[in-house]
């Protein structure tokens, strides 16, 4: 999204939403400066969608140099709670977008809310009603027939403000009554159709405890807790389009001046993956995943745990920028901006995920060495450092083959290679388990001379292969992360069917790897580029006495791919 309208010849043109910003402020539509809001409902914990609705909304306040509010919608106590308060908070910091002193909650507007009911009902446009909530269903029509009417539309408005005030003192149970406006029943717009403003919930709130048992429905706090802000530019997404008729109905009858206006953009999905809040509650709830914040999640909780930074999610906002209608992005990109943060300031070090030793026979017994190695040619930002090698060492188990396959360019019997870094080695007997036949060890000899910088150092070999020497190597734990569903398609129908949806090899997790000495010292959530085989991060909590590590993404560029 351009943040630098203007400032050189090669600015990036205007999104369609900056231009109708700037036609409103130029129009002189409002006095005050431009204004957003985020409005997350405190029921579960933000996701990549959410990432975009916030980076849009932050983003744009910028670009007009005006505010931006986090407001949270918690008018419905049954499902919210502080929990999810902090952890947007926490997740907001994280991403780049903190709101400053702009924090706000949609239920300290509760008076405000509720004196803007009883005005309505003053003006006869809205009224208590006793139907049942089938009942409402059934008499609310259909997209092709109008609805009816309700028996108790005609109340008077001295009738309807005692029946809302018993409301408000919990003289009734949940579903006896609501409040609703009165429009429509025949409008083309199911919104318009006399919606219901207001339903008792006798139900401790987080925040306000028993102060209320009645609670406004989101379309209509929502308009009138942006007027109480002075937002300007109410923006969400398109599914809210048909809503809008609504919030301008509900600002015209209160009279505000300057209402804010809603503005929609399009809904952006990414393939694979799960954004409903409700489906991600199923999976948490059910066990499936281990928590929100699992990498399998695209939580952002998930994402950072995963490895993924804050600025490879602003840049993939970026990237995508304002769009019109709902559109399906690939996750690639996201990889690929992850990709473009990570490749120049992740160390790169040498690890071995499935470990096979190798004896070099030739080695002297109890020696170590120390090789310089340059990652320059790496694009890594560790530099050059020291790595020990000694008589025992290990290697991956896919870089040996006992009978090589054509092209196979790594080890196998009487075959030689070169170990990064260090030396070319030959093998010479491949050590068996008498029982099972699995291989246990490879004895080799190395070549002294073919160091870097030796003699024989210009000497070529087919294949090059990484390494950790078995003294000195660090033990970790790594995980490997596939897609969480079998396949396209959306989230499941119900609970029921997530067995048969999720990919059974979603997570493989490998407990006997070993790194070179240089990870001893990861911190929580640090950066490393495998060699050979990913980019990954040391979990924020690492088990007693072991390091985890998660991969974030393999070192191939999918998005790169298909451009």
């Not at 502080?82 to 908070?89: G, P, Q, S, T």
């Not at 304002?322 to 992740?346: G, I, P, Y």
């Not at 924020?540 to 590590?549: C, D, N, Q, R, Y």
Request: glycine residues 8%; charged residues 25%; proline residues 6%.
């Amino acid at each position: 999204m351009n943040t630098n309208r203007g400032t050189s010849a090669e600015a990036p043109a205007e999104n369609f939403m900056e231009r109708l910003i700037r036609e409103d402020m130029e129009a002189g539509t409002f006095s005050r400066e431009v204004c957003t809001r985020f409005p997350p409902e405190p029921n579960g914990y933000l996701h990549i969608g959410s990432a975009f609705a916030i980076l849009t909304n932050y983003t744009l306040a910028q670009a007009f140099k005006g505010r931006f509010h986090l407001r949270f919608d918690d008018t419905n106590p049954l499902k919210e709670d502080m929990e999810y308060v902090n952890a947007i908070l926490e997740d907001m910091e994280w991403l780049g977008a903190n709101p400053g002193g702009h924090i706000y909650y949609g239920s300290d507007y509760s008076g405000e809310i509720y004196n803007c009911a009883e005005k309505l009902i003053r003006k006869g446009k809205a009224f208590v009603c006793d139907l049942t909530a089938e009942e409402l269903t059934a008499a609310r029509g259909t997209l092709t027939a109008p609805g009816q009417d309700s028996p108790y539309r005609n109340r008077s408005v001295e009738e309807n403000l005692q029946l809302f005030r018993e409301m408000r003192a919990g003289r009734y149970p949940n579903g006896a009554k609501v409040l609703r406006a009165r429009i429509d029943m025949a409008s083309p717009n199911i919104n318009l159709r006399d919606p219901v403003l207001y339903r008792i919930i006798h139900a401790r709130h987080y925040r306000s405890g028993d102060d209320w048992c009645i609670y406004p429905m989101y379309d209509f706090a929502h308009p009138i807790q942006d007027a109480i802000e002075g937002i300007t530019h109410s923006l969400c997404s398109l599914e809210f389009r048909d809503h809008r008729p609504l919030y301008e109905w509900v600002l015209e009858e209160l009279e505000i001046p300057e209402p804010p206006m809603q503005r929609e953009f399009g809904r952006v999905n990414l393939t694979g993956v799960i954004t409903s809040k409700r489906y991600l509650r199923q999976l948490v709830a059910g066990g499936y995943v281990d928590g929100w914040d699992d990498p399998r999640l695209p939580t952002l909780r998930g994402l950072r745990r995963r490895g993924f930074t804050p600025e490879s999610i602003r840049r993939f906002v970026q990237e995508i920028g304002m769009v019109r209608n709902q559109s399906t992005v690939d996750f690639s990109l996201l990889e690929h901006c992850l990709r473009q943060d990570l490749k120049a300031a992740a160390p790169c070090i040498m690890a071995v995920l499935r470990p096979l030793k190798v004896v070099l026979t030739n080695f002297s017994e109890g020696a170590t060495e120390l090789l310089t190695l340059d990652n320059n040619s790496e694009n890594s930002a560790l530099g050059t450092r020291e790595v020990p090698i000694s008589r025992e060492l290990y290697i991956e188990r896919d870089d040996f083959m006992e009978e090589p396959s054509p092209g196979f360019r790594r080890l196998s019997p009487g075959g030689e290679v070169r170990l990064k870094g260090a030396y070319i080695i030959r093998c010479d007997e491949v050590i068996k388990d008498a029982g099972t036949g699995e291989i246990l060890e490879l004895h080799c000899t190395y070549d002294p001379d073919s160091r870097s910088g030796g003699p024989a150092s210009g000497r070529k070999v087919k294949g090059t292969v990484h390494w950790v020497a078995a003294a000195q190597a660090v033990a970790a734990e790594v995980r490997l992360y596939e897609p969480l569903l079998k396949e396209e398609g959306g989230p499941a129908k119900g609970g029921d069917d997530w067995n048969e949806r999720l990919n059974p090899s979603s997570l493989t997790v490998l407990e006997h790897c070993l790194l070179e000495p240089y990870a001893q010292a990861a911190l929580p959530e640090s950066k490393f580029q495998f060699m050979r085989q990913g980019y990954f991060t040391a979990d924020k909590e690492p088990e007693a006495g072991l390091l985890v590590f998660h991969r974030i993404v393999p070192l191939k560029d999918g998005w790169k791919a298909r451009k």
